[in-house]
């Protein structure tokens, strides 16, 4: 059973950092790709950043790019989000997510499973 469980939110300062870690257990995700989503409340899910778990293949949201990296340790089975110079916007539920396509992918529907979700506030 595939078993997705994020950490590290909490509550900083604009211009602050903050890294999310998903520990990911159930299968072997060499062939899959892994994706960080969020939601801020009264809006839609939607993509952050995405990666081949094997590989060096990354996309990023406009939004986030320069700021936030998204990377992974084998040895831990673990999928990070390092975010930097955070910004009120930013604020939102994350969510890990993975996928069997064939390449990274924005797209929620894209990616079968998730997981519970972390909370990220960021003050003004």
């Known amino acids: 059973q595939v078993q997705l469980v994020e950490s590290g939110g909490g509550l900083v300062q604009a211009g602050g950092s903050l890294r999310l870690s998903c520990a990911a257990s159930?299968?072997?995700?060499?062939?899959?790709?892994m994706g960080w989503f969020r939601q801020a409340p009264g809006k839609e899910r939607e993509f952050v950043a995405a990666?081949?778990?094997?590989?060096?293949?990354?996309i990023y949201a406009d939004s986030v790019k320069g700021r936030f990296t998204i990377s992974r340790d084998n040895a831990k089975n673990t999928v990070y989000l390092q975010m930097n110079s955070l910004k009120p916007e930013d604020t939102a539920v994350y969510y890990c997510a993975a996928s069997r396509a064939v390449t990274p992918s924005t797209r929620t529907y894209e990616y079968a499973y998730w997981g519970q979700g972390t909370q990220v506030t960021v003050s003004s």
């Open positions: 159930g299968r072997t995700f060499s062939s899959y790709h």
């Open positions: 990666r081949r778990w094997s590989g060096s293949n990354t």
